[in-house]
């Protein structure tokens, strides 16, 4: 089993910034991606940003060129800066891992970006 604890959200304005983290624990001898979705209230849970093990990077076109996706393999701890946040981007966050076959899902956090 795998465990997957995220931090870093809240209350923020328009146009500021969070950082969000997730730490993997557990089970871990190989991390394949580890990633960030979001889902808004009567929405589905969509792709934020993912990062794989061998750093290939990939934004949902919404978040390009604001948020950043970085990893420390050596903490197995992913992390999601959030700058310039839009209103739009409030959502309950969740941090996935790709562990062997099986993806593993934290619980969330939420972040409300008020205008």
């Known amino acids: 089993q795998v465990q997957l604890v995220e931090s870093g959200g809240g209350l923020v304005q328009a146009g500021g910034s969070l950082r969000l983290s997730c730490a993997a624990s557990?089970?871990?001898?190989?991390?394949?991606?580890m990633g960030w979705y979001r889902q808004a209230p009567g929405k589905q849970r969509e792709l934020v940003a993912v990062?794989?093990?061998?750093?290939?990077?990939n934004y949902a076109d919404s978040v390009k060129g604001r948020f950043t996706i970085s990893g420390d393999s050596a903490k197995n701890t992913v992390y999601l800066q959030m700058n310039s946040l839009k209103p739009e981007d409030t959502a309950v966050y969740y941090c996935?891992?790709?562990?062997?076959?099986?993806?593993?899902w934290g619980k969330g956090t939420l972040v409300t970006v008020s205008s």
């Open positions: 557990g089970s871990i001898f190989s991390i394949n991606f």
């Open positions: 990062i794989t093990s061998g750093d290939r990077i």
């Open positions: 996935n891992a790709g562990v062997r076959t099986t993806t593993y």
